[in-house]
């Protein structure tokens, strides 16, 4: 049987386990994509999403199989962009980071927002936010940072 | 792959179900969960018959791998089911969860399968050998029940095109996201040349199941809405004996006391 | 703004915003065996036996028998054991531990075992405990006098529920024996110096045979406080017995179901008002504790000490007790045992007010504690109190009197609106005389040669800002840049011990004596020399010290002040309500760094409102948790509480680092009281007394009035 073939941030792979695998548990352990964190393995928390072809997914709910012929990109990847320097840049302004265990979640959350809409009202971050839990921060800072990038990072979505 | 079939064509697919005893995977959202030990998946998403929105004369015609987030960017999809799905989860789960996943995992809290129910929705049912249009309450029995024989896999859901325009929908959960519903309602109401057509009422996540009562509905056809007024409080009673609930997240007395709110505040928007 | 409140980078910013840092499930596994709990899946049973499968070369079966010295932890007592004794106390505790290199195997082994048990009868009910694991009791003046000539007396029960931390990280420890023959213990943690005594107990290897390290910690709240030293003991246990790293993370329903939480209580308040005042207060306090004491007594002394809440009541009984009951034991959570004692007050106050026709606001106000009144403990408030002008600004901001006024008039209709204020304290640092005679803490500047400064202490960062706020003490009083002064991780092996991450103390305390090291640094401070300062604690001279038999004294040097508001609107058709503003002022002293001060504002607020509203957890007749997982046990989402307003007021504490008191706790404590009193209005203004107070709650009280 063929194996599982995708782009993970950016280079071509193949995974040859098995296709029920959770993708959170291939890309922590065969690639140690290790940004990616565990929160709850259900679905509910948010801490392990990624973006599966420019979508945002939460990867404990994606089998290994369902990432053939796509592209998956985690903040090992998405950190080397400038749209990354722009939101580390408004998270630090606000200092929206507290543990930090559902900040890789929020940052790729925020992409997947501002790639849709590049200037969203403060009820677009949130609901964009809505399924990254954060237990530190009250959310304040965390929609400021985002609405604070959209704003500085003009043109960059 | 490893325990896993990727299908590209629904006829591929059929076979793969055919000679296997793979798992339709279209979303997952619901199947990681549990993610059974020894399982084996087939893989729904790149299978272009599943995928698409399209509207006949008679029917919206939303493909079983369809995701939430794709059909509230469609045009064709009715407000009411876009109402619906918005509510669920959150962006992640949308973007993943679909609506022929909706109906195959069984939960009475499935929000889209509670306005199916309410909007006499029907599923196209594929196999290698036939096909056919079954109601949604004879593919959705109840919580983990289907409809469904060996082989068989859900294609599309088919929405009515009219008679959708007044409806009523909430989802009663705790809190504003990424909330399991404690009851959901969905009404669709109709009324011609001032005379009730259509009362639809449909109750998920109280009782373990998707309810629906048409006989009581009957109460209200063919009246207007002061007559049907005069019997409200008999069918509302009607409805408080034989509406199921059970002690879940949320207990007994509360699901039926929101379900009977629900449905008399239904009413009482279009004038009952 | 002080210059020193002004916002900076954080230090941890970098690696954490990028993912780079490394918690505790990031070490690679390679070389690393994976424990996986057996758990008791009975709440009160002997052991009979355990029948286990045959293990493959390579996988270890861990339990009580591999335990080199006592089968104990040392919290506060010594009864709760590293895995069960003959007997089982919950459903959840520890049987063993399986180990091995297979993560996938580990687990089917641990399935695989079967326990025997023979079934005891489980005491579950905390009103019928058969064991006191705690109990306290003073007071001051006349109580019996006072409600024999009161004009009306007051006797009410206020009831909490479990508060579950749900920190994004679960649990998590590991331990690696090193070459030296010590035992090296790391993990998500609060406080390393915890684990390594317990650990040094366990193993029995003395100081020289452990140390222990927190990690990046994805969130404590508390909940990391103790039980970090069982899961460390476990682990270490493990590592002795296979020879091997060995970690032990735990999933999201194991750390719900099994890990402590918040206590719930029954708070029974009787008040004697005579005149149109509050005389008397007989407090009665009953906290279940779980199946075993871990750090309930502490947690309950918090609790009778604030008993009082804001107000200065001449003659007060307080009587606390934490039970024994066969479900999980619970233990510190921010706040510590005042939510729950605040919520009963302010209710209690508010109920009063209302009786006697009088707006509970004014009410509260002719009865709040002026500097020089007596604390409940007959212990001083030695600094102003600045709850009134606090008050008037938070009227100012959400014109909270004006709108008691309007949703004070009946309404009907679908969506009922209300508003509710609460007032509280929260005492930094450490109960009574702990800081003083038990925890001493110390804390180090080592001076490197090129001139940059490391700040040597046993504190956390969980979150809240530690290694940014201590060198930003530090650095600010050498009049260093930020970037020459540096605070790592703690490691037992190279820190002194500063004392716990907890009772909001570690800027109050430690943060105290940083400014003092780095004072004396300076005074000698020699360019292109290494040098090191220590600095210990002692009370300051204005303390009343406390008697911990008499339960006398102050138990608490400064008070840090919340004025909490909460305005709310209720869906009568379903329940479900939605809080329309959340507002919140709070004196903590002067911020340290306003960001990060807010951030703690904003999140323990809510968190509060969680606890108050969503975040019920509860067991069944079997004791068993249902609500272990997050579609379950409900916690605020982005979209909950949009409209989350803080502000700071600022006290500044002449004994604090340049004028800072605690800060952690406080945004929590008030958010249960505000959140029931303007449910309450909502609902027509029949006397509520529980949180959570849910949908369904509201729905059932709805009916009540109705029949």
Same mark, same amino acid.
């Given at each position: 049987?063929?194996?599982?073939?995708?782009?993970?941030?950016?280079?071509?792979?193949?995974?040859?386990?098995?296709?029920?695998?959770?993708?959170?548990?291939?890309?922590?352990?065969?690639?140690?994509?290790?940004?990616?964190?565990?929160?709850?393995?259900?679905?509910?928390?948010?801490?392990?999403?990624?973006?599966?072809?420019?979508?945002?997914?939460?990867?404990?709910?994606?089998?290994?199989?369902?990432?053939?012929?796509?592209?998956?990109?985690?903040?090992?990847?998405?950190?080397?962009?400038?749209?990354?320097?722009?939101?580390?840049?408004?998270?630090?302004?606000?200092?929206?980071?507290?543990?930090?265990?559902?900040?890789?979640?929020?940052?790729?959350?925020?992409?997947?927002?501002?790639?849709?809409?590049?200037?969203?009202?403060?009820?677009?971050?949130?609901?964009?936010?809505?399924?990254?839990?954060?237990?530190?921060?009250?959310?304040?800072?965390?929609?400021?940072?985002?609405?604070?990038?959209?704003?500085?990072?003009?043109?960059?979505? | 792959?490893?325990?896993?079939?990727?299908?590209?064509?629904?006829?591929?697919?059929?076979?793969?179900?055919?000679?296997?005893?793979?798992?339709?995977?279209?979303?997952?959202?619901?199947?990681?969960?549990?993610?059974?030990?020894?399982?084996?998946?087939?893989?729904?998403?790149?299978?272009?018959?599943?995928?698409?929105?399209?509207?006949?004369?008679?029917?919206?015609?939303?493909?079983?791998?369809?995701?939430?987030?794709?059909?509230?960017?469609?045009?064709?999809?009715?407000?009411?089911?876009?109402?619906?799905?918005?509510?669920?989860?959150?962006?992640?789960?949308?973007?993943?969860?679909?609506?022929?996943?909706?109906?195959?995992?069984?939960?009475?809290? %499935?929000?889209?399968?509670?306005?199916?129910?309410?909007?006499? %929705?029907?599923?196209?049912?594929?196999?290698?050998?036939?096909?056919?249009?079954?109601?949604?309450?004879?593919?959705?029995?109840?919580?983990?029940?289907?409809?469904?024989?060996?082989?068989?896999?859900?294609?599309?859901?088919?929405?009515?095109?009219?008679?959708?325009?007044?409806?009523?929908?909430?989802?009663?959960?705790?809190?504003?996201?990424?909330?399991?519903?404690?009851?959901?309602?969905?009404?669709?109401?109709?009324?011609?040349?001032?005379?009730?057509?259509?009362?639809?009422?449909?109750?998920?996540?109280?009782?373990?199941?998707?309810?629906?009562?048409?006989?009581?509905?009957?109460?209200?056809?063919?009246?207007?809405?002061?007559?049907?007024?005069?019997?409200?409080?008999?069918?509302?009673?009607?409805?408080?004996?034989?509406?199921?609930?059970?002690?879940?997240?949320?207990?007994?007395?509360?699901?039926?006391?929101?379900?009977?709110?629900?449905?008399?505040?239904?009413?009482?928007?279009?004038?009952? | 703004?002080?210059?020193?409140?002004?916002?900076?980078?954080?230090?941890?910013?970098?690696?954490?915003?990028?993912?780079?840092?490394?918690?505790?499930?990031?070490?690679?596994?390679?070389?690393?065996?994976?424990?996986?709990?057996?758990?008791?899946?009975?709440?009160?049973?002997?052991?009979?036996?355990?029948?286990?499968?045959?293990?493959?070369?390579?996988?270890?079966?861990?339990?009580?028998?591999?335990?080199?010295?006592?089968?104990?932890?040392?919290?506060?007592?010594?009864?709760?054991?590293?895995?069960?004794?003959?007997?089982?106390?919950?459903?959840?505790?520890?049987?063993?531990?399986?180990?091995?290199?297979?993560?996938?195997?580990?687990?089917?082994?641990?399935?695989?075992?079967?326990?025997?048990?023979?079934?005891?009868?489980?005491?579950?009910?905390?009103?019928?405990?058969?064991?006191?694991?705690?109990?306290?009791?003073?007071?001051?003046?006349?109580?019996?006098?006072?409600?024999?000539?009161?004009?009306?007396?007051?006797?009410?029960?206020?009831?909490?529920?479990?508060?579950?931390?749900?920190?994004?990280?679960?649990?998590?420890?590991?331990?690696?024996?090193?070459?030296?023959?010590?035992?090296?213990?790391?993990?998500?943690?609060?406080?390393?110096?915890?684990?390594?005594?317990?650990?040094?107990?366990?193993?029995?290897?003395?100081?020289?045979?452990?140390?222990?390290?927190?990690?990046?910690?994805?969130?404590?709240?508390?909940?990391?406080?103790?039980?970090?030293?069982?899961?460390?003991?476990?682990?270490?246990?493990?590592?002795?017995?296979?020879?091997?790293?060995?970690?032990?993370?735990?999933?999201?329903?194991?750390?719900?179901?099994?890990?402590?939480?918040?206590?719930?209580?029954?708070?029974?308040?009787?008040?004697?008002?005579?005149?149109?005042?509050?005389?008397?207060?007989?407090?009665?306090?009953?906290?279940?504790?779980?199946?075993?004491?871990?750090?309930?007594?502490?947690?309950?002394?918090?609790?009778?000490?604030?008993?009082?809440?804001?107000?200065?009541?001449?003659?007060?009984?307080?009587?606390?007790?934490?039970?024994?009951?066969?479900?999980?034991?619970?233990?510190?959570?921010?706040?510590?045992?005042?939510?729950?004692?605040?919520?009963?007050?302010?209710?209690?106050?508010?109920?009063?007010?209302?009786?006697?026709?009088?707006?509970?606001?004014?009410?509260?106000?002719?009865?709040?504690?002026?500097?020089?009144?007596?604390?409940?403990?007959?212990?001083?408030?030695?600094?102003?109190?600045?709850?009134?002008?606090?008050?008037?600004?938070?009227?100012?901001?959400?014109?909270?009197?004006?709108?008691?006024?309007?949703?004070?008039?009946?309404?009907?209709?679908?969506?009922?609106?209300?508003?509710?204020?609460?007032?509280?304290?929260?005492?930094?640092?450490?109960?009574?005389?702990?800081?003083?005679?038990?925890?001493?803490?110390?804390?180090?500047?080592?001076?490197?040669?090129?001139?940059?400064?490391?700040?040597?202490?046993?504190?956390?960062?969980?979150?809240?800002?530690?290694?940014?706020?201590?060198?930003?003490?530090?650095?600010?009083?050498?009049?260093?840049?930020?970037?020459?002064?540096?605070?790592?991780?703690?490691?037992?092996?190279?820190?002194?011990?500063?004392?716990?991450?907890?009772?909001?103390?570690?800027?109050?305390?430690?943060?105290?004596?940083?400014?003092?090291?780095?004072?004396?640094?300076?005074?000698?401070?020699?360019?292109?020399?290494?040098?090191?300062?220590?600095?210990?604690?002692?009370?300051?001279?204005?303390?009343?010290?406390?008697?911990?038999?008499?339960?006398?004294?102050?138990?608490?040097?400064?008070?840090?002040?919340?004025?909490?508001?909460?305005?709310?609107?209720?869906?009568?058709?379903?329940?479900?309500?939605?809080?329309?503003?959340?507002?919140?002022?709070?004196?903590?002293?002067?911020?340290?760094?306003?960001?990060?001060?807010?951030?703690?504002?904003?999140?323990?607020?809510?968190?509060?409102?969680?606890?108050?509203?969503?975040?019920?957890?509860?067991?069944?007749?079997?004791?068993?948790?249902?609500?272990?997982?997050?579609?379950?046990?409900?916690?605020?989402?982005?979209?909950?509480?949009?409209?989350?307003?803080?502000?700071?007021?600022?006290?500044?504490?002449?004994?604090?680092?340049?004028?800072?008191?605690?800060?952690?706790?406080?945004?929590?404590?008030?958010?249960?009281?505000?959140?029931?009193?303007?449910?309450?209005?909502?609902?027509?203004?029949?006397?509520?007394?529980?949180?959570?107070?849910?949908?369904?709650?509201?729905?059932?009280?709805?009916?009540?009035?109705?029949?």
């Amino acid at each position: 049987m063929a194996d599982i073939r995708f782009v993970l941030n950016g280079k071509e792979t193949e995974y040859h386990g098995s296709a029920t695998e959770r993708l959170l548990d291939v890309l922590r352990n065969q690639y140690r994509c290790t940004s990616i964190k565990c929160g709850c393995r259900e679905g509910e928390c948010g801490a392990c999403a990624v973006l599966i072809d420019g979508i945002l997914h939460n990867s404990c709910c994606v089998a290994a199989g369902a990432v053939d012929g796509s592209s998956v990109v985690t903040l090992e990847g998405y950190r080397e962009t400038a749209r990354f320097a722009a939101l580390e840049k408004a998270f630090a302004a606000v200092s929206a980071v507290q543990c930090g265990f559902c900040t890789p979640g929020m940052i790729l959350a925020a992409e997947a927002l501002l790639s849709k809409n590049p200037h969203p009202s403060e009820d677009e971050i949130r609901e964009g936010l809505s399924g990254n839990f954060c237990r530190c921060t009250g959310y304040n800072a965390i929609v400021n940072a985002v609405s604070g990038a959209a704003k500085e990072g003009n043109g960059l979505w | 792959m490893v325990n896993g079939y990727t299908a590209s064509s629904l006829k591929e697919a059929l076979t793969i179900l055919a000679e296997t005893n793979a798992v339709p995977y279209a979303g997952g959202t619901d199947l990681m969960l549990e993610n059974r030990p020894g399982v084996k998946y087939l893989f729904l998403k790149k299978i272009p018959e599943l995928r698409s929105i399209t509207a006949d004369e008679r029917y919206i015609r939303i493909g079983a791998a369809v995701t939430f987030t794709e059909a509230l960017a469609s045009p064709l999809v009715p407000p009411l089911m876009k109402e619906a799905v918005s509510h669920i989860a959150a962006p992640a789960i949308r973007n993943a969860g679909t609506f022929g996943g909706n109906i195959g995992n069984g939960s009475d809290k %499935a929000d889209t399968v509670v306005v199916e129910f309410a909007a006499d %929705a029907k599923a196209r049912i594929v196999s290698k050998e036939k096909e056919r249009i079954a109601d949604i309450d004879k593919v959705f029995l109840s919580r983990k029940h289907l409809g469904l024989s060996d082989g068989e896999l859900i294609a599309e859901i088919l929405l009515p095109r009219k008679g959708l325009e007044r409806y009523a929908y909430t989802k009663v959960g705790g809190r504003q996201s990424q909330a399991v519903s404690f009851v959901s309602f969905a009404g669709v109401f109709g009324l011609e040349n001032g005379r009730i057509t259509n009362a639809a009422a449909a109750f998920g996540a109280a009782g373990d199941a998707v309810q629906r009562y048409r006989d009581i509905e009957k109460s209200l056809i063919g009246k207007t809405p002061d007559e049907a007024k005069k019997v409200k409080a008999d069918y509302l009673r009607a409805y408080e004996e034989r509406i199921l609930v059970n002690q879940s997240r949320v207990g007994p007395e509360y699901q039926r006391i929101v379900c009977l709110n629900l449905l008399n505040d239904f009413l009482s928007r279009f004038g009952v | 703004m002080d210059k020193i409140s002004h916002s900076v980078m954080k230090k941890d910013h970098a690696p954490k915003v990028s993912g780079r840092s490394v918690y505790v499930s990031d070490y690679p596994p390679e070389g690393v065996l994976c424990g996986k709990m057996l758990r008791s899946t009975v709440a009160r049973a002997r052991i009979l036996d355990v029948d286990a499968p045959p293990l493959p070369d390579g996988y270890f079966y861990v339990d009580a028998r591999d335990v080199p010295e006592e089968n104990a932890v040392e919290i506060v007592l010594y009864d709760t054991p590293v895995f069960c004794r003959e007997t089982v106390e919950y459903i959840g505790e520890p049987i063993a531990m399986l180990c091995g290199p297979d993560e996938k195997t580990v687990e089917r082994l641990r399935d695989e075992c079967r326990v025997r048990y023979e079934q005891l009868e489980p005491v579950l009910d905390p009103n019928r405990a058969q064991e006191t694991f705690f109990e306290y009791k003073f007071g001051h003046g006349d109580v019996e006098k006072a409600f024999a000539e009161a004009d009306k007396i007051f006797d009410e029960t206020f009831e909490t529920g479990y508060h579950e931390h749900a920190y994004l990280e679960t649990q998590g420890m590991m331990a690696e024996p090193e070459e030296n023959g010590r035992m090296f213990v790391h993990g998500s943690a609060q406080n390393a110096y915890y684990i390594h005594d317990a650990v040094k107990r366990v193993l029995g290897c003395g100081d020289g045979g452990v140390h222990a390290l927190q990690d990046v910690t994805g969130g404590g709240f508390g909940g990391k406080e103790e039980y970090p030293s069982i899961l460390g003991c476990q682990v270490a246990v493990a590592a002795h017995k296979c020879g091997k790293p060995v970690r032990c993370v735990l999933d999201r329903r194991e750390d719900m179901q099994c890990t402590s939480k918040r206590h719930p209580s029954v708070c029974c308040y009787r008040a004697a008002v005579k005149d149109g005042r509050v005389t008397a207060l007989d407090v009665d306090v009953l906290f279940n504790a779980g199946a075993y004491s871990t750090l309930s007594g502490l947690v309950l002394q918090r609790a009778v000490f604030m008993a009082e809440g804001v107000y200065s009541i001449p003659h007060i009984r307080v009587h606390g007790r934490a039970v024994k009951t066969n479900t999980t034991p619970c233990g510190a959570y921010r706040g510590f045992g005042a939510p729950q004692v605040f919520f009963a007050v302010e209710t209690l106050m508010n109920h009063i007010a209302r009786d006697l026709g009088v707006d509970p606001l004014v009410f509260k106000a002719a009865h709040l504690a002026r500097q020089g009144d007596l604390t409940a403990t007959c212990g001083r408030y030695h600094f102003p109190i600045p709850l009134p002008a606090m008050i008037e600004k938070i009227d100012r901001a959400c014109g909270y009197r004006k709108k008691a006024v309007s949703y004070g008039q009946p309404q009907s209709g679908r969506y009922r609106r209300g508003i509710g204020l609460s007032l509280c304290s929260h005492g930094g640092g450490l109960n009574g005389a702990t800081e003083n005679e038990l925890t001493k803490s110390v804390v180090r500047l080592h001076k490197n040669a090129d001139g940059t400064v490391e700040v040597l202490a046993a504190n956390g960062e969980i979150g809240q800002g530690l290694r940014t706020t201590f060198p930003k003490i530090v650095a600010e009083t050498l009049g260093l840049p930020l970037d020459k002064v540096f605070y790592d991780h703690p490691d037992t092996a190279r820190v002194p011990n500063s004392g716990p991450t907890a009772g909001s103390r570690s800027i109050l305390i430690a943060g105290e004596l940083l400014r003092r090291a780095a004072v004396k640094l300076r005074e000698q401070w020699a360019d292109g020399q290494e040098q090191e300062v220590e600095e210990h604690y002692h009370d300051p001279d204005f303390l009343i010290p406390f008697d911990m038999e008499k339960m006398e004294g102050d138990a608490y040097p400064a008070y840090s002040w919340s004025v909490s508001v909460i305005e709310l609107e209720v869906d009568t058709l379903t329940g479900i309500s939605k809080v329309l503003g959340a507002y919140g002022i709070f004196d903590v002293g002067t911020p340290i760094d306003r960001n990060i001060v807010m951030g703690q504002m904003e999140g323990g607020f809510l968190q509060g409102i969680g606890f108050a509203s969503m975040e019920k957890m509860a067991y069944d007749r079997n004791g068993f948790i249902r609500n272990n997982n997050f579609a379950d046990y409900l916690i605020p989402t982005a979209k909950d509480v949009p409209n989350l307003k803080t502000m700071l007021h600022v006290e500044s504490y002449p004994f604090g680092p340049y004028g800072a008191k605690g800060a952690g706790e406080l945004p929590l404590v008030g958010a249960p009281a505000a959140y029931l009193a303007a449910m309450e209005q909502a609902l027509g203004g029949r006397p509520l007394h529980h949180v959570p107070f849910t949908a369904e709650d509201t729905i059932l009280a709805l009916a009540k009035e109705e029949r």
